[in-house]
């Protein structure tokens, strides 16, 4: 079993900056890529960013430039680092990793989210 906790969000006025973190702990052989989802209220679920193991980057077009993704394999933790924040970055975001497991079975799993408002 793997268990994802995120952290980080919370309320910002546009412009500012926000810094999320993932980290995964279980029965993890390896996490082969860390991404970061959003949802917003009335909207679909849509994808931000996301890094491979080997560390590429890939990112929303609504987001380059602004976000940075990146992980510590070390400590099985992801982050995204979010700047010059606008009111329609305002979502709930969630981890999303894949992960080979300790029997070399790959798994998804999804964090519980956290909020992000940016006030204008």
């Known amino acids: 079993q793997v268990q994802l906790v995120e952290s980080g969000g919370g309320l910002v006025q546009a412009g500012g900056s926000l810094s999320l973190s993932c980290a995964a702990s279980?029965?993890?052989?390896?996490?082969?890529?860390m991404g970061w989802y959003r949802q917003a209220p009335g909207k679909q679920r849509e994808f931000v960013a996301v890094?491979?193991?080997?560390?590429?980057?890939n990112y929303a077009d609504s987001v380059k430039g602004r976000f940075t993704i990146s992980r510590d394999n070390a400590k099985n933790t992801g982050y995204l680092q979010m700047n010059s924040l606008k009111p329609e970055d305002t979502a709930v975001y969630y981890c999303?990793?894949?992960?080979?497991?300790?029997?070399?079975?790959?798994?998804?799993?999804w964090g519980q989210g956290t909020q992000v408002t940016v006030s204008s």
């Open positions: 999303n990793v894949e992960v080979l497991t300790t029997t070399f079975t790959p798994r998804n799993y």
């Open positions: 279980g029965t993890i052989f390896k996490i082969n890529h």
């Open positions: 890094i491979t193991s080997g560390g590429s980057t």
